[in-house]
C-alpha cells in the first residue's frame, strides 16, 4: 500500500510547477472557507472589479488612457448600483412588504377557489385532494409566516452590513481597478520564476469564467427584464418582485426554472383563478423560459463550458453548501476551474514500448 501511494505521488507530484498549483488551490480555497466572512467584502470587489475590467480593457483598446476609463467605468457602475439601491430596491421590498400583509387573504381566496373544483372538475379532482392540498399549503404558509418573522427580528444586523458593503465595496472596486498592474506584479513577485502552468490555467480561467459571469449577468438582466414587462402588461400583482424572482432563477440551471414558477402560477391562481388570464400568462411565461433556453443561452454562451448536467448539479450542491448565494452563483465557473486544473496537470509520458515489445 505504500509503495502504492508512493508511486502515486511520484506520477503525479514529480513536476515541481504540479506542486505549486496544488499549493495555490488548497491555500485558496482554505482562505475562502476559514476567511469567507470577514474578506466578503474584498471578495466582492474582486469579482466585481473582474467583470468591469472587460469594460476598461475594451476602451484602452479605443485608445482611452486607463485611468479615464476606470473613471468612466466606475461612474457607470455607481449609476447602476444607485440604480439598483434607490430605484428597484424600495419597489421590491414595498411589493414583498404588500405581498406579506395580503397573504391571509390570498390564502382565504385560494382555499375558496380550491373548493370549487370539484364540482366544477369532478372527473379530475376530488375533495379528499383538495383537502390534503389545502393542509399542505397550509403548513407551508406558516413556516414561511415564521421565517419572515426570523428574517424581521434580525434586519438591523443585515441593514448594517448592507451599509457597509455599500461603502467599503465601491472602494475596494475602484482600486482594484485603478491599481490592477500594481497589485499583479505584488502577487507575481512571491511566485517562483517558473510558474507557466499557473498562468495556463489562469488564462484557461480568465476566458471560461469571464464568458460565463458576464453572461449570466446579462441572462439575469434579459430575463429578468423581459418577465416584469410580461407580468406588468397583464396587470399582474408583484410584477416587481416576480421578475425579479424569475431574473435571479436564472443562475441555478434545470433547477431554478422550476422553482420559481410555482410562485408565478400561484400569484395568477389567486388572483384571476382558472381562467383566461392565467392561461395566457403562463403561456408568455412558458415562452419566456423557452426562449432563455433555446436561444437567449446559445447566443450569450457561445464559448459555454463542456460540463455533464450531473457535474452542474454535484458543483451547485457542494459549492452552495460551502458559500450559499454566491457559490452557486460560481459553481458553474469553479467546476469549470477543477476541469481545466485536471486538464492542464502535468503527467508524465507514457513509456515508449521497446523493440522486442513491439514485436
Not at 510547477?17 to 476567511?35: D, H, K, P
Amino acid at each position: 500500500m505504500i509503495q502504492f501511494f508512493r508511486d502515486w505521488y511520484t506520477r503525479n507530484f514529480s513536476d515541481p510547477q504540479a506542486i505549486l498549483l496544488a499549493v495555490f488551490v488548497i491555500l485558496s480555497f482554505a482562505i475562502v472557507i476559514g476567511m469567507g466572512k470577514m474578506l466578503a467584502p474584498a471578495l466582492a470587489a474582486l469579482v466585481i472589479a473582474y467583470l468591469l475590467e472587460g469594460a476598461v480593457a475594451r476602451l484602452q483598446r479605443w485608445g482611452l488612457p486607463r485611468l479615464p476609463a476606470v473613471w468612466l467605468v466606475f461612474l457607470i457602475f455607481m449609476a447602476f448600483l444607485l440604480f439598483l439601491v434607490v430605484g428597484l430596491m424600495p419597489v421590491v421590498m414595498r411589493q414583498l412588504s404588500q405581498f406579506v400583509q395580503e397573504l391571509p387573504s390570498m390564502i382565504n381566496n385560494g382555499r375558496h377557489l380550491l373548493e370549487r373544483l370539484p364540482e366544477q372538475y369532478p372527473q379530475f379532482v376530488t375533495e379528499a385532494q383538495i383537502d390534503q392540498l389545502i393542509g399542505a399549503l397550509k403548513k407551508a404558509m406558516t413556516e414561511l409566516g415564521q421565517s419572515i418573522l426570523s428574517i424581521s427580528l434580525a434586519s438591523i444586523p443585515v441593514l448594517i452590513t448592507v451599509l457597509v458593503y455599500l461603502i467599503l465595496v465601491p472602494l475596494l472596486v475602484f482600486f482594484f481597478l485603478k491599481d490592477k498592474e500594481k497589485l499583479m506584479a505584488w502577487v507575481g513577485h512571491y511566485l517562483p520564476r517558473e510558474h507557466s502552468l499557473l498562468l495556463r490555467v489562469a488564462r484557461e480561467m480568465d476566458q471560461q469564467m469571464g464568458n460565463y459571469v458576464r453572461g449570466k449577468i446579462y441572462e439575469i438582466i434579459i430575463v429578468g427584464g423581459v418577465s416584469y414587462l410580461t407580468f406588468a402588461w397583464f396587470e399582474l400583482r408583484y410584477a416587481s418582485l416576480l421578475g425579479l424572482l424569475v431574473g435571479l432563477s436564472v443562475i441555478i440551471p434545470y433547477i431554478g426554472a422550476t422553482v420559481v414558477t410555482l410562485p408565478v402560477a400561484l400569484v395568477a391562481f389567486f388572483q384571476w383563478g382558472l381562467s383566461a388570464e392565467f392561461g395566457w400568462l403562463m403561456g408568455a411565461y412558458l415562452v419566456i423560459q423557452a426562449l432563455d433556453g433555446n436561444v437567449l443561452v446559445p447566443l450569450l454562451f457561445s464559448e459555454a463550458v463542456n460540463l455533464h448536467p450531473v457535474a452542474i448539479i454535484l458543483a451547485i450542491l457542494i459549492f452552495g453548501g460551502f458559500w450559499g448565494f454566491w457559490g452557486v452563483f460560481f459553481a458553474i465557473p469553479l467546476a469549470t476551474l477543477v476541469k481545466a486544473i485536471l486538464n492542464a496537470w502535468p503527467r508524465p509520458e507514457s513509456p515508449q514500448p521497446t523493440e522486442g515489445q513491439a514485436a
